[in-house]
């Protein structure tokens, strides 16, 4: 964690997390990149935990990546370790061998498979990881772990964020409640010298792999494939959700449409929207936070790129960062996206203040309260294409001064 | 034209255009948003005059891009038309109603058809343009069109724009010299406010319609379609090419690929991307002028699409401005870009310096030289993705401060 102020748009506090049956954690300073920084993480979890997963889909992913997603098709794991400090990613066979290396001293701990440990890093681009300062630490680490070490956990893998990022909620399945816990960290999409989105997930519940992977890849959608900071896709990000079983025994589960996860699924969508917007709520330089949600477009898909566009768009997150109500900038954004939108039908809401309507400007509109609530840290804008029932919601930040310090004058 | 400093990256001076045979032209000050400033622009056209043009993609055009997609399809022109101040974008009927007012009143000065007159706009968008003070000022304007106000006509289309473009060109067609002049307008894609991209070209070759159209599409390819400074699309931007065919008689041309037309068709991308980098040069708060260079890729259409996704990436774009040699943002936004290539064989240089190959960075690399280049004015990328043949070049600025400046702080 650099020394940035804290963002002004962070939660008033680290929630309380509690334990997750199975699961054991714990981090500490092993020097990869800064001294004295936390800076390797590590999660223990019991046998017969099951693993799903969602990683970049940049074409050029650090051997952590690589190494994800050949351990996620068969879906169990023991462990889990990150690093932060350096992504390990563009590092050619040093870094595959950094990866096989971690895994070997963290199975020979736990006694178990290579395979079941997974691995994330964040950081720095293209220098070689120091991994023997990580295998040295790691036995001394894993005879510390604890079910308590959340936040201390949320600490060890963060990087440019200003806050540590963590979300809790419970849920019934059959009767019986069981707990989902995250942590992440991330500025967003950002991947500068130091940055890279990650976050994982951790439940009692027990639930088959296949379930596992129903039941993550529609809220990843919907979370963090719904936030943007600057358009800019990591080469690390990494989305994992383990669960244990260990959790109070509920009947089984075996498919993700079972209506006894209703609550579940609901559940997890909710936190992991949690740690999506915290992310969006830590973006470099961010100054306010920002909704924007896209109705009457021709798909969900379609929805979602207009949404992204009008999100991504320097000019309309300039205008945002100057409380300057200039919706000229939505209209050339939903145009620029390349969806069918009807111009003589779109509809602009901004804070809820009416704007546009039918292809103009409102009758008489009046500018002073669409103004009043631009200048607010939340900001909402609604716009509708006109076309058919195609819905998403977008969540980013402004584009300020302060994007410029981190990213152009600031040489980490 | 606004009152911020002259972009550091500008031309020396304007340069001299020569009269083009059958043109006429003229600016006025119409006060169509500013009292004073010279905002209206209009060149005549001798009879037999063709036409051929390139409109935004942008699904919420304005109504003079609207009506010159119609005219464009009948390929003659006897006059052009060009407003600053106001776009004239997202107006409804009345901006339809202006369009053809100006239309009607420019084909009664000059005795022919309304859809004879091309119409472009550029300005604010979404407020209503009062077209009465451009008709009223037309017989005025039109009394004193010459053949020399090249520079003046230049001076009326600017906005946001920090200094005049204008470019000339000849060619031999046919042992026939030939004149191309071309001005412009624009910071880029930026469509504030107050922005859009304009080019106009006038030639006095003789050339039927439809060898202007196959001539222009592949030179905007390579010239407008190939920069970018924010990667916003305006909802105006529109070049147009007319040949009067009033120069020095050369034989009759009647495809684009007659091998007479070979330094003209040179000549004219020689001149077209002359303007669009001065565009780049006059981008939105630019400290640095970009080149971007990809060959290795899987096609042509494939190189653009990397380098575009580098040159619109804000963490490179901010890294340039910074003078940060942070290579691997560059691999981050080659990876975003969706399109082959091989993280195994991906070779970078900037400034002619080696800075990784195969997948790698090089050996013993000094990065002194390296921030030696970007601390430069003019910036060299060149990546290889090592996939195929496919090659394209794109130039860019820097995001920097005065950009935020420009669209955040400043409001019209």
């Given at each position: 964690?650099?020394?940035?102020?804290?963002s002004?748009?962070?939660?008033?506090?680290?929630?309380?997390l509690?334990?997750v049956?199975?699961?054991?954690?714990?981090?500490?300073?092993?020097g990869?990149?800064?001294?004295?920084?936390?800076?390797?993480?590590?999660a223990?979890?019991?046998?017969?935990?099951t693993?799903?997963?969602?990683?970049?889909?940049?074409?050029?992913?650090?051997?952590?990546?690589?190494?994800?997603?050949?351990?996620?098709?068969?879906?169990r794991?023991r462990a889990?370790?990150?690093?932060?400090?350096?992504?390990?990613?563009f590092t050619?066979?040093?870094?595959?061998?950094a990866v096989?290396?971690?895994?070997?001293?963290?199975?020979?701990?736990?006694g178990c498979?290579?395979?079941?440990?997974?691995?994330?890093?964040?950081?720095?681009?293209g220098?070689?990881?120091?991994v023997?300062?990580?295998?040295r630490?790691?036995?001394?680490?894993?005879g510390?772990?604890?079910d308590k070490?959340?936040?201390?956990?949320?600490?060890?893998?963060?990087?440019t964020d200003?806050?540590?990022k963590?979300?809790?909620?419970?849920?019934?399945?059959?009767?019986?409640?069981?707990?989902i816990?995250g942590?992440?960290?991330?500025?967003?999409?950002?991947?500068?010298?130091?940055?890279?989105?990650?976050?994982f997930?951790?439940?009692?519940?027990?639930?088959?792999?296949a379930?596992?992977?129903?039941?993550?890849?529609?809220?990843?959608?919907?979370?963090?494939?719904?936030i943007?900071?600057?358009?800019?896709t990591s080469?690390?990000?990494t989305?994992l959700?383990?669960?244990?079983g260990?959790?109070?025994?509920?009947?089984?589960?075996?498919?993700?449409?079972?209506?006894?996860l209703?609550?579940?699924?609901a559940a997890?969508?909710?936190?992991m929207?949690?740690?999506?917007?915290?992310?969006?709520?830590?973006g470099?330089?961010?100054?306010?936070?920002?909704?924007?949600?896209?109705?009457g477009?021709?798909?969900?898909?379609?929805?979602?790129?207009?949404?992204?566009?009008?999100?991504?768009?320097?000019?309309v997150?300039?205008?945002?960062?100057?409380?300057?109500?200039?919706w000229g900038?939505?209209?050339?954004?939903?145009?620029?996206?390349?969806?069918?939108?009807d111009?003589?039908?779109?509809?602009?809401?901004?804070?809820?203040?009416e704007?546009?309507?039918?292809?103009?400007?409102?009758?008489?509109?009046?500018?002073?309260?669409?103004?009043?609530?631009?200048?607010?840290?939340?900001?909402?804008?609604a716009?509708d294409v006109?076309?058919?029932?195609?819905?998403?919601?977008?969540w980013?930040?402004?584009?300020?001064?302060?994007?410029?310090?981190?990213?152009a004058?600031?040489?980490?």
């Open positions: 964690m650099v020394d940035t102020p804290r002004p748009l962070a939660p008033a506090r680290f929630p309380t509690p334990p049956a199975g699961v054991r954690l714990g981090s500490m300073a092993a990869i990149r800064y001294r004295g920084r936390t800076d390797l993480m590590m223990a979890f019991e046998r017969g935990t693993v799903a997963g969602v990683l970049t889909q940049n074409r050029m992913p650090g051997a952590p990546v690589d190494w994800c997603r050949r351990q996620l098709a068969h879906g794991a889990l370790v990150v690093k932060s400090g350096n992504a390990n990613v050619g066979r040093a870094g595959v061998a096989e290396a971690t895994a070997a001293a963290t199975a020979d701990l736990i498979k290579k395979g079941d440990v997974l691995i994330a890093s964040t950081g720095v681009i220098e070689p990881l120091p023997e300062r990580v295998t630490i790691l036995p001394k680490l894993y510390r772990l604890t070490a959340w936040r201390k956990a949320a600490d060890a893998i963060l990087t200003t806050f540590a963590g979300a809790t909620r419970t849920a019934e399945i059959d009767g019986k409640t069981v707990t816990n942590i992440a960290k991330g500025s967003g999409m950002i991947a500068p010298d130091m940055a890279t989105m990650l976050a997930f951790f439940t009692d519940a027990k639930l088959p792999t379930v596992l992977r129903d039941l993550l890849k529609p809220a990843n959608e919907r979370s963090f494939n719904s943007t900071v600057d358009g800019d080469t690390s990000d989305v959700l383990f669960a244990t260990k959790g109070p025994r509920h009947g089984k589960v075996e498919t993700a449409g079972d209506p006894r209703k609550a579940f699924r997890l969508l909710d936190c929207t949690d740690l999506a917007q915290q992310i969006v709520r830590d470099e330089g961010a100054g306010k936070f920002v909704s924007i949600t896209v109705t477009a021709a798909s969900t898909a379609a929805a979602r790129r207009i949404g992204l566009t009008v999100a991504n768009s320097p000019l997150k300039t205008a945002i960062a100057g409380a300057d109500a200039n900038r939505i209209v050339m954004a939903v145009g620029k996206a390349g969806e069918r939108a111009r003589d039908r779109l509809a602009i809401r901004i804070g809820g203040h704007v546009t309507r039918d292809g103009l400007a409102v009758p008489g509109y009046d500018e002073a309260p669409v103004v009043r609530h631009m200048q607010g840290r939340e900001i909402e804008i716009v006109g076309v058919a029932g195609g819905a998403a919601t977008i980013t930040c402004d584009l300020t001064h302060g994007y410029i310090d981190i990213n004058d600031y040489r980490s």
